[in-house]
């Protein structure tokens, strides 16, 4: 008797803090993620601890653990693209966060045509990466259309350089990026009840009192994470900083780094390394973000997310 | 509220919103969406143009290029390889996300925060920077180059995806309909299939539409990934550009031109499922 009540009582033991046999649902996914994701992600790391025998590496900086990285942050034109990549990425998703406030406030409440204004605004996402370059080049390049504008406007003498250049990458980020923050921020919007704005406009709040003081506050949380996920996106640009930047200068990004590192030296070691690198400056950004965030409110009448 | 309770505030708070910034707010709207125009006319018009060298206009027109570019990228193959890659990340991913979404929206246990925090990292971290090591280790399993490879390294932002959307909506069934289920003596199989199936269509509905529209425009990990006859379509687009120089470049924006049609036409069946404002919270609109 005792024995077939030993086992009972640890399953309910186990039920009262939480372990049940519905957690098995959740092994497919732990098993996946663990397989295809925290693996190749040690293996990287492991990786990169161990410098490619025959490579420049190795010649220059020996075969010791850290070579890699050495040979990274010693070498100006593999170290720069941290800074061209945080250059390029930090100004195209504070675009994007910021401008999509007010847009979206414009958007929340019901006015006809909401939807057509909303679904023409969120298009762009289907543009893609590789589009959005090739219609920059054609439009902004310096026999495009708006080249053209300015000339016959007698706005610009020559031509302005749009394309193949810093804003060119910018212009491609903010393109994709803008409808992906607008529908974050819009959903966020949507979700603060309208009657407490209500309220403090029956206690005399002017409009940008009630958007300081009300909206703000409840919708930075989500603008964090929306943030957060732009930041994502911009980080690791790559298509449009080859085909409308200057992939050897001004918009040689880290991820160029590593696809050069990987694909053209075949050098696994070093671009696993750059590729820690890069997840460890990414991070490091999203953890700041993070961190002020939960300092945040997040109470049930609009903090959502 | 009734309705004529609700309307007189806020036709009240718009007067008084519109006037501060509003006339800029709509510039900045309409800039955005001419320059947006701009970049896919230009493309659009590129595509049926016999040439085009400076002037407003191109010299005339012609539909050639979109036969010239179906034969010769074979874009009838990486369409099929664009589909099956997008099936199969589709119904997988819906396979593996949504149980564990279940037992994340039901269950509260030890260790919890740390696989919520496993499952963020593949949305947090960029493809990129996680890509990089698993073509790495999916060309030491030989698998990098083949169909698998590519919908393995899709499926790896795919999955958590699926269980960040499902969670919050399966949190807001009710687990009484559950219990009453299991009362009425509905195994968990019938349960699953017969109670919570038909409720969750919905919210697997608008996740299985996201990953779709999602998978089809990922360049990174396909491009990571993919062999000469694994390329999706968006692939095969970038490789047609930087090989521009043997190609006309009208070939290459008609290309472009069957991408964007393909995403668009995923994008409206989306937005027929998908309201874009209760992406995160559901609220009633």
Redesign the interface.
């Known amino acids: 008797m005792v024995s077939a009540a030993a086992p009972t009582l640890l399953r309910h033991r186990l039920a009262e803090r939480g372990l049940d046999r519905t957690l098995l649902l959740l092994l497919p996914a732990v098993v996946f993620v663990v397989a295809l994701f925290v693996y190749p992600f040690l293996y990287g790391l492991q990786l990169s601890f161990q410098p490619q025998p025959g490579s420049q590496v190795v010649q220059r900086y020996g075969t010791g653990p850290f070579a890699d990285y050495r040979a990274f942050f010693s070498d100006p034109y593999l170290r720069n693209t941290i800074w061209t990549t945080l250059k390029i990425s930090l100004p195209a998703t504070l675009i994007n966060v910021l401008a999509s406030v007010p847009i979206a406030y414009r958007m929340r409440g019901r006015f006809r045509g909401r939807r057509t204004i909303t679904t023409i605004l969120v298009v762009p996402i289907t543009l893609g990466t590789v589009l959005t370059a090739e219609g920059l080049i054609a439009f902004m390049g310096p026999t495009g259309w708006l080249n053209k504008l300015l000339l016959t406007a007698g706005l610009v003498d020559q031509p302005v350089r749009l394309t193949h250049n810093y804003w060119g990458v910018l212009f491609s980020l903010v393109i994709t990026g803008f409808p992906v923050a607008f529908l974050l921020t819009l959903s966020y919007l949507t979700g603060i009840d309208p009657s407490l704005e209500q309220a403090a406009a029956t206690l005399g709040a002017g409009w940008w009192q009630r958007f300081r003081h009300i909206t703000l506050p409840l919708l930075a949380p989500g603008l964090a994470i929306t943030f957060c996920l732009n930041f994502v996106l911009s980080f690791s640009v790559f298509p449009s900083a080859i085909m409308v930047g200057d992939p050897a200068g001004s918009t040689r990004v880290i991820s160029i780094a590593a696809f050069h590192a990987a694909f053209e030296q075949y050098d696994y070691a070093m671009a696993a390394a750059i590729a820690m690198i890069m997840g460890a400056v990414e991070l490091a950004v999203i953890g700041v973000v993070l961190g002020w965030r939960s300092r945040l409110y997040r109470g049930s009448t609009g903090g959502k997310g | 509220m009734t309705a004529t309770l609700e309307s007189a505030?806020?036709r009240?708070?718009?007067r008084?919103?519109l006037r501060?910034?509003?006339w800029?707010?709509?510039a900045?709207?309409i800039f955005?969406?001419l320059?947006?125009a701009?970049?896919?006319?230009?493309?659009l018009v590129?595509s049926f143009a016999t040439n085009w060298?400076?002037g407003?206009l191109p010299a005339g027109w012609t539909t050639h290029w979109y036969g010239a570019t179906w034969h010769e990228f074979a874009l009838a193959d990486v369409l099929l390889v664009t589909l099956e890659v997008a099936a199969a990340v589709v119904v997988i991913s819906l396979?593996?996300?949504v149980?564990?979404a279940?037992?994340?929206a039901?269950?509260?246990?030890?260790g919890?925060r740390a696989?919520l925090v496993?499952?963020l990292?593949?949305?947090?971290?960029?493809?990129?920077?996680?890509?990089?090591?698993?073509?790495?280790?999916l060309y030491k399993f030989h698998l990098a180059g083949t169909l698998a490879g590519v919908i393995?390294?899709n499926?790896?932002p795919a999955?958590?995806f699926v269980?960040l959307v499902m969670t919050p909506f399966i949190e807001q069934i009710d687990p009484k309909i559950e219990s009453a289920a299991r009362m009425c003596g509905a195994g968990t199989g019938p349960l699953f299939l017969r109670v919570l199936g038909p409720l969750l269509i919905p919210g697997m509905l608008a996740s299985a539409v996201l990953i779709l529209?999602r998978t089809v425009?990922m360049?990174?990990l396909t491009?990571l990934t993919a062999g000469p006859d694994s390329q999706t379509l968006?692939v095969a687009?970038?490789y047609s550009?930087s090989a521009a120089g043997i190609r006309a470049q009208q070939e290459?924006?008609a290309m472009?031109v069957i991408?964007?049609g393909s995403?668009?036409a995923?994008?409206i069946i989306a937005?027929r499922f998908v309201n874009?404002?209760?992406?995160?919270?559901r609220?009633g609109?």
Do not use: H, S
């Open positions: 505030p806020t009240e708070r718009r008084i919103t501060p910034g509003g800029f707010v709509w900045a709207v955005f969406l320059v947006v701009g970049v896919v006319f230009a493309v590129d060298f400076g407003w396979l593996i996300g149980p564990a279940y037992a994340l039901r269950r509260t246990f030890w919890k696989v496993v499952f990292l593949p949305i947090l971290i960029p493809p990129f920077t996680y890509g990089v090591p698993l073509a790495t280790v393995l390294a499926l790896v999955v958590p269980i529209v425009g360049f990174e491009f968006v687009l970038y550009v290459v924006d472009a991408y964007t995403m668009l995923l994008l937005l874009p404002t209760q992406l995160v919270t609220v609109d």
